[in-house]
Structures are given as C-alpha cells and as structure tokens.
C-alpha cells in the first residue's frame, strides 16, 4: 500500500495550494475547440431566433397605390405638376385632367418635364415625350403610362397607380 500523499497525487499539483489539473497543449486546444463551436452553434440560434429572425414575418411595406393628391383648384389650368413622391405628374388642361407616370417606358428613368418645350424628357438616354405622354423621339418603345383618376365623393382627385388606362381617358371635372 502507498502512503497517503500517494493517492492524493493525481488532484493536487507538485505546489501546494496549486491547481488540481494540468493545462497541457491537448487541454487547450480541445477547450478552444468546444468554445468556438458553441459560440458559432449560440450565434446561429440567435439570427434564427433573435430579433427579426426566422419568426419575423417577411413582409414588403408599401405604402397604398390609391391616394389622393388634392382638389381640382390646386393645380392650374394648363399646368403640369411633378409629384416625385409618388412618381406621377398630374396634367390638367382646361377642365380635364390626367395622371401619367414618370417612369421612362425605355429603361426606368425618371422623366421631367421641360416648360420651356413643353414636352416630357429622359434625361438619360433622350426619349421625348409629348404633353400627353406619347412618345416622338429617342428609344422609348411605346408611351407614358397612364394611371387612373377620379373624382372622390369630396370633390378630391384621387390617383389609383395599379391601374393603367387608355390614353385618351381623361376626367374631366
């Protein structure tokens, strides 16, 4: 039989008061190991599970393709009103009135209108476009869209962009 301090040696370091276990290079390297893949296996748990994770709903907030953009008396006679927001222009002639969209029909591009020509311009590849959206030069393959507007019970205009009409359809007021 050994003496007492023989079956204690496996705890206890060669110092006293020292650690009951010896950090060798094997030790640390298995511990980092386990470290680093608990962290990866806590990061991915928190991205499924986290703030707007795996049970956030994935949903596209757009705001409503029908608004209203005012009363007929805010626009002019003969104007021509950009509403960038809402990517359309509001025309009004005499006593009609359409809604035409900015969107250049060749390849997406905002379109402006020129008062000094009076016709809409791309300023990116030179479409032009007459006051009534119809397309006369550059590469734009067909014209404007035309959105559709009416008149709510309140006497406001109202502009629906999911809704494309002929271009001869006009309200008149």
């Avoid at 991205?47 to 705001?63: H, M, T």
């Avoid at 006593?95 to 402006?112: M, N, P, Q, R, W």
Wanted: glycine share 10%; with cysteine.
């Amino acid at each position: 039989m050994g003496s007492k301090k023989d079956e204690n040696k496996c705890c206890e370091s060669g110092k006293e008061g020292g650690i009951w276990f010896t950090i060798s290079r094997r030790n640390f390297l298995t511990l980092a190991g386990w470290g680093l893949f608990f962290a990866a296996i806590g990061a991915y748990l928190s991205q499924l599970f986290g703030y707007k994770g795996f049970f956030y709903p994935k949903v596209l907030f757009e705001p409503s393709p029908r608004f209203f953009v005012g009363e007929p008396k805010q626009f002019p006679v003969g104007s021509v009103t950009t509403l960038k927001s809402r990517k359309i222009f509001v025309v009004r002639d005499a006593d009609s009135f359409k809604a035409i969209s900015v969107v250049c029909t060749h390849l997406g591009c905002a379109v402006e209108f020129s008062k000094e020509k009076n016709i809409f311009e791309c300023p990116c590849h030179g479409s032009k476009y007459y006051r009534n959206g119809v397309n006369f030069a550059g590469p734009a393959p067909r014209p404007l869209d035309h959105l559709q507007m009416i008149l709510d019970n309140n006497g406001k205009l109202a502009v629906d962009t999911s809704v494309k009409v002929p271009l001869e359809t006009e309200l008149i007021v």
